[in-house]
């Protein structure tokens, strides 16, 4: 299990402000553990600075992206030791702001009157546009038979809070997606790759509302059992918030 979750009620001790984030780690949960404890330190911080909630959601990944490489650095002289790296995404909600980060395949799912509304994007080395950046840069982008497109052969991802030994290519830099919350938007679903892999955004809006899930736990519980009932077998963590109610809120890890 290489999965790190965050919630944050009352952030920054305001009862109108919420976070949540996803971290799913690979080779290893060093960096996962690390922005686990960090990340949401260095958005309090940024926001202090920055009257721009997305700007300071930026400076927040980076910030984190470099305490995890200084942390790699302090271990050994030689850069030997490998923290890996960890794909991240990150709902902060101020009032009826809603900002999300994220780097990797993580995401968050917008149910917005029962459509599935995605605020997150996918950095895989499969997308184009990452791996034409990616080359551009001097690196590659290969693929064995039977398998997906990596960085170098190695990292499926384009985009992560780690992986130093990649990070002439792959960048910490979040997308952000910035929305005004309003009337019908019932629930914010953050999930690891472990499950939207095997749900569509809109099934898994679906799976709770046709079957009237109020509660965020249980909807979280469902959400997972049917990934797991379609055959996942990464690690899974959910996250769901009612956003009519932003203290109902439960996350899973399995």
Not at 32 to 49: S, V
Not at 119 to 130: I, K, N, V
Request: glycine share 8%.
């Amino acid at each position: 299990m290489e999965d790190a979750s965050v919630t944050v009620p009352s952030f920054r001790g305001n009862p109108v402000e919420f976070l949540a984030a996803i971290y799913d780690g690979h080779y290893g949960g060093t960096a996962a553990d690390i922005a686990a404890e960090r990340l949401h330190c260095e958005l309090e911080q940024a926001l202090a600075q920055s009257p721009s909630p997305g700007a300071a959601m930026t400076q927040a990944f980076l910030a984190t992206d470099r305490i995890i490489a200084d942390r790699e650095r302090s271990t050994t002289d030689s850069w030997g030791a490998n923290f890996g790296g960890a794909v991240a995404v990150v709902a902060y909600i101020n009032g009826s702001t809603l900002v999300v980060g994220n780097v990797g395949d993580a995401h968050a799912v917008l149910d917005r009157n029962g459509i599935a509304k995605r605020l997150s994007h996918a950095h895989r080395a499969s997308d184009p546009q990452e791996a034409r950046r990616i080359r551009q840069a001097g690196g590659r982008i290969t693929r064995r038979q039977n398998d997906v497109s990596r960085v170098r052969g190695e990292l499926a991802v384009t985009r992560s809070l780690g992986d130093t030994r990649l990070k002439d290519w792959v960048l910490a830099d979040p997308s952000i997606i910035e929305v005004a919350l309003r009337p019908g938007d019932r629930r914010l679903i953050l999930g690891s790759d472990g499950l939207w892999d095997y749900l569509s955004d809109q099934r898994a809006v679906d799976l709770v509302h046709q079957r009237h899930i109020i509660d965020a736990a249980a909807a979280s519980e469902a959400l997972m059992k049917e990934a797991l009932r379609r055959g996942s077998d990464d690690n899974i963590t959910v996250i769901v918030m009612n956003l009519d109610v932003l203290d109902s809120v439960a996350g899973l890890e399995g």
